[in-house]
């Protein structure tokens, strides 16, 4: 039934309100989510470097007990439309603002979630030419949990807690765009080639859709401005040109023997 009464949003990038669309989902309808939203940066921490993160249709200023009341209100309506035993994995990043430090835990602690696991994602940038703390090169994606999840396989497991994977480098219309292998690792390890829902309320240019349409899953994509939501439509419509990003990840995602048979072949029965 819920199933059902997703229909209209499924396979769809719909423009709107994160919050206000979400409240319009039935209740456990989606099997797995996937994003990253606006970091509330303020508009003014940038250099020559870096530049300024300044998104279309959103504002990025908002009060930081605003903002995380705002993030604990989203992430619950997609605890309730998330299905027993599902997953959302949560991209974001630890913030510095006049000397205070804003962690992601802060406010993910008081939602309905389970977080998993901390996942570090080791963006591998430039190294740093200012002096104020060492580069931060990492953001953290948690793996937050409706109920337990199913056990990972060992092809997916030994991808290790820290991914290295590079910033996307095209699609430059979106000041933050996901490389294609973050959603592409979390799709194909969660759902492997099982039928499945995958939500991103923040879609940006579509990265997490285009991934799970490559993957043959469905998908509902949010986002609030109408020129990143004609963007993503058109990713979207030429997804098959990205088909080799997928294929490369996907083939790391393999194993020659679990270590339950290398344990039986005696691979372990000496101290080395």
């Known amino acids: 039934m819920n199933e059902l009464a997703l229909t209209p949003y499924l396979d769809k990038v719909i423009c709107g309100d994160a919050l206000q669309v979400l409240s319009e989902l039935p209740d456990e309808c989606i099997d797995l989510g996937i994003t990253s939203p606006p970091y509330n940066k303020k508009h003014k921490h940038g ?8 998104y279309k249709g959103a ?3 908002l009060p ?4 995380q009341a705002w993030q604990i209100q989203v992430l619950n309506e997609l605890y309730r439309i998330t299905k027993e035993g599902g997953s959302f994995f949560y991209n974001h990043k630890v913030r510095y603002e006049n000397g205070k430090m804003f962690h992601p835990i802060e406010w993910l602690l ?3 979630w389970t977080v998993w ?8 940038i430039a190294g740093n030419i200012r002096g104020w703390r060492f580069w931060q090169v990492e953001e953290r994606i948690y793996w937050l949990v409706k109920g337990k999840p199913t056990e990972l396989k060992p092809q997916h497991a030994k991808l290790t807690s820290v991914w290295e994977i590079r910033p996307e480098r095209a699609h430059k219309d979106h ?10 690792r979390i799709i194909y390890a969660i759902l492997e080639d099982r039928p499945g829902t995958v939500i991103d309320p923040f879609c940006g240019t579509g990265t997490t859709l285009v991934a799970a349409k490559l993957l043959d899953k469905n998908y509902v994509g ?3 401005s109408p020129e ?3 963007y993503a439509e058109q990713r979207l419509a030429q997804a098959h040109t990205e088909k080799a990003t997928v294929h490369k990840e996907i083939a790391l995602h393999s194993v020659e023997l679990t270590f339950r048979e290398r344990k039986a072949r005696g691979y372990w029965a000496e101290k080395r």
């Open 59 to 61: 504002t990025d200023v």
């Open 110 to 112: 008081k939602t309905k």
């Open 47 to 54: 250099g020559w470097l870096v530049p300024k993160v300044v």
């Open 175 to 184: 000041p933050a765009v996901f490389p294609l292998e973050l959603p592409t």
């Open 64 to 67: 930081e007990e605003a903002y």
């Open 228 to 230: 990143y939501v004609a």
């Open 117 to 124: 696991q901390e996942i570090i994602w080791h963006r591998r």
């Open 222 to 224: 949010i986002e609030i």
